[in-house]
T-cell receptor, first 110, second 115 residues
Framework: GQSLEQPSEVTAVEGAIVQINCTYQ??????LSWYQQHDGGAPTFLSY????GLEETGRFSSFLSRSDSYGYLLLQELQMKDSASYFCARLSNSGYALNFGKGTSLLVTP | DAGVTQSPTHLIKTRGQQVTLRCSPK?????VSWYQQALGQGPQFIFQ???????QRGNFPDRFSGHQFPNYSSELNVNALLLGDSALYLCASSSTGLAGGYEQYFGPGTRLTVT
C-alpha cells in the first residue's frame, strides 16, 4: 500500500519547536518528501529524505527512519507565517507520482 | 523565471458539462503531473505526462483525460462533470528521471465548482 498517516492538527506557540510525524507503508519505498501549503496557495517543496537520518534546511529539518517506516518534519523558531498545512508525500512504486498524506494543519499562536 | 502557471483561476460549471484546464510548466521542466485536491485533503494524483504521452495514471475514471504539447504545456479535460468533481486542480512540473520526482513544483491551481 501507499498510505501515509499524519496528525490532522497541531498547535504551537510562536518561537517554539514543533514536530509533525508521518508513518507510511513500506512497499516500494523510495523516500519521503515534505510540502507546505498555505490556505489558497500552492504546495511548495520543503525537504526530501531518501536515506535514514536528518536533513536540515534553515529552520526546517526532516528525519527518516526506514526501519520504523517513520519520518518527521521539525520546525524551529516558529513564526506566525508558518501557520499552514504540511503534507508528507512518497513516490509511487513507479517513481513518478507523489502520494500525499491528508496533511497536518499547523496553527502558530502568539 | 516564471514558475508553473495555470488557467483559469476559478471556474463554475454545471453537472454534465465538460471542462478544460491548462498548465504551463516551470522553465526547463519537461514533465507535468495533475492532482485533484478536495477541501481538507491532500492532493490526489490524476496522471503524469512526459514526451506527450501519459506515463502514469492514478485511480481516476476515463472521464479525466489529458494532453501534453510539444512545448511541454498540458491540458486536463474532464467530461460529464459530477458534483464530486468540485475541487482544486493542481498542476505540477518536474524534470525527467526518478530523482526529480520527489520535488515537484506546483501551480496555484484551478478551483472548479460543479453545480
Amino acid at each position: 500500500g501507499q498510505s501515509l498517516e499524519q496528525p490532522s492538527e497541531v498547535t504551537a506557540v510562536e518561537g517554539a519547536i514543533v514536530q509533525i510525524n508521518c508513518t507510511y507503508q513500506t512497499s516500494g519505498f523510495y523516500g519521503l518528501s515534505w510540502y507546505q501549503q498555505h490556505d489558497g496557495g500552492a504546495p511548495t517543496f520543503l525537504s526530501y529524505n531518501a536515506l535514514d537520518g536528518l536533513e536540515e534546511t534553515g529552520r526546517f529539518s526532516s528525519f527518516l527512519s526506514r526501519s520504523d517506516s517513520y519520518g518527521y518534519l521539525l520546525l524551529q523558531e516558529l513564526q506566525m507565517k508558518d501557520s499552514a498545512s504540511y503534507f508528507c508525500a512518497r513516490l509511487s512504486n513507479s517513481g513518478y507520482a507523489l502520494n500525499f498524506g491528508k496533511g497536518t494543519s499547523l496553527l502558530v499562536t502568539p | 523565471d516564471a514558475g508553473v502557471t495555470q488557467s483559469p483561476t476559478h471556474l463554475i460549471k454545471t453537472r454534465g458539462q465538460q471542462v478544460t484546464l491548462r498548465c504551463s510548466p516551470k522553465s526547463g521542466h519537461d514533465t507535468v503531473s495533475w492532482y485533484q485536491q478536495a477541501l481538507g485533503q491532500g492532493p490526489q494524483f490524476i496522471f503524469q505526462y512526459y514526451e506527450e504521452e501519459e506515463r502514469q495514471r492514478g485511480n481516476f475514471p476515463d472521464r479525466f483525460s489529458g494532453h501534453q504539447f510539444p512545448n511541454y504545456s498540458s491540458e486536463l479535460n474532464v467530461n460529464a462533470l459530477l458534483l464530486g468533481d468540485s475541487a482544486l486542480y493542481l498542476c505540477a512540473s518536474s524534470s525527467t528521471g526518478l530523482a526529480g520526482g520527489y520535488e515537484q513544483y506546483f501551480g496555484p491551481g484551478t478551483r472548479l465548482t460543479v453545480t
